[in-house]
């Protein structure tokens, strides 16, 4: 019961918080998902009288192409198909609308799911993995970041699924989980090919994993601590071949040819001692292969297109950019990511495969996109390339709030302090337009977002510190009369830039954007008013608030 009102109680904060535009930033990646689903290419076809949208180039061969790869057209291309192909859905609008409000509050919703089990298979008990899954996706910048039509929340919860299905393969020694994980992991680099370093990383600990698993018993029958509850190869009874061919050969009748085919592959497969390696290569290798394929016969390239230059040279600036600057630091825009750092000590005395599995693969990821010459990534609070780390970085945060189990009285006050931080963060960063900090940083320099990235390090690029600032102004504009404390109509909706231009002060009226700017540009008829929407609202977050503290109180009294 606490799983399910989990699920729902997060979409629904996460759907009537959804006020993004879906522009599927650039706008040209939902065209490459409609021509993948259509037409089995990655041209971008324009009806007349269209502009070129931005990140397009003209191709060799004529055609207008994304400049941007495949990774975020892949992630459209399902939903694209079912309401499209499926449900008869005609309308671009609509479908775009309709993808805002199902496919990223449902990603979240099963992000803070898988991040739970991962828990569960740590040994955490139902109340402490609940309170962390609430945490993963409401404490930091994954809530954000899911609203956008970015690849970072579907990485997110790729990479939870990665991690939970490795788990489960250690503890249960299971080859379907082993394959979900190269499954998992492949994905992920067929969406973007930045994500290699968390693939080599998960490829030598699955190895590690696969070969700790086949270590034999220990000789004097004692199982050692942190062994491998159950063996994949130990359920499997050598002589039964044998059995099943003197069977044959006696004239058993229900013993068969074909029980025997298949209980002779049982054998290879449990006791070749490379099949497990080769089960895990062959489930990723491919997706690595047809992306490189497809990137290089589309944007000659292997990996991805030129639009984000990589040079080591940009190395210190990225690092101290992604980790401490004014615009985009981690720990400034995601604070309860401090704690990792002290959580990673008790973690790593329990287990330090997985610490140091974790630690590769988040230092990897930074490295890498240090190295790049956008390195804050735009479109989020904090490094947007950073945030597919985020299930995978907080299970140390875990263990540095829920382990021991007895916590001292000083971790809890600052595990608690630092929490409630990161949520009211995430709350500014959710409550107005995503870029909006940004669009002002960028007039005020006259510079692109990417052209210059030394204005994240600006004193004035601490864009908690704008938005709060804005939050004084528009109090001081009430209180003087000169804008109302509520917007009286839905105005501001119709453009981006009108949104930019609107007082901060009735940015939560914004909130359903679907009713005030979706339904009417679909459906004019179908307009609601603004009190309408607000009344919805109100409702909305009083709803899921009501279901994520049952859900709460539910854990608390199931069994551990």
Known sequence: MSLLLLFFGVSTLAFITSHATLSVDPPNRYLVAKSMVDHRDLKIRLTPGDPVPPGTDLGRDGNYYSRFGIGQPLIFTGPYFIFRHI???????????????TVFPLNLA????????????????????????????????LWQLSKEGQEGAHLALLFACTALTLRRYQNTGSLKALAASALAVGFAFLIRSDTAPTVICYLIFAFYLIRKNRRPADPLGQQKPNATKVSFHKSYDSTAPRKLASDVKSGDSSANYGHLLVDSFLKFRFEARGFPYFLVAALTFPALLIHMYITYTYFGHPFAGEHNPFSLSFLPRGLLGLLFSPGKSLFLYNPIFLLALAGFVPFYRRHRSWALFIASA??????????????????????????????????PVAFFAFYPARLLVLRKAIFTLIAACSLLV???AVSLH?????????????????DRQWT???????????????????LDEMAHDKIAPWPTTSDHLLSDQEQLNAPTLHYPAFWPYHLTYYLPAVKPNLATSLWTSTLILLAGLALALLLLTRGYLSSKQAPS
């Open 87 to 101: 449900l008869g859905i005609q309308s671009d609008k609509l479908i775009r609308a309709l993808i805002s409000l």
């Open 110 to 141: 099963f992000t803070a799911l898988v991040f739970y089990c991962i828990l569960r298979e740590f040994g955490f008990n139902r109340r402490r993995c609940y309170l962390a899954a609430a945490l993963l996706v409401f404490a930091t910048g």
């Open 362 to 395: 988040f230092t990897g990821c930074l490295l890498l996109h240090a190295a790049v010459d956008a390195f804050h990534g735009n479109c989020c609070w904090g490094p947007r390339y950073l945030c597919r780390q985020f299930p995978l970085l907080f299970i």
């Open 426 to 428: 995430q709350i500014a």
């Open 434 to 450: 995503h870029n909006r900090e940004l669009h002002e940083l960028a007039m005020a320099y006259n510079v692109g977002w990417s």
């Open 456 to 474: 994240m390090f600006e004193p004035e690029a601490n864009f908690l510190k704008i938005r709060l600032t804005n939050l004084k102004n528009s």
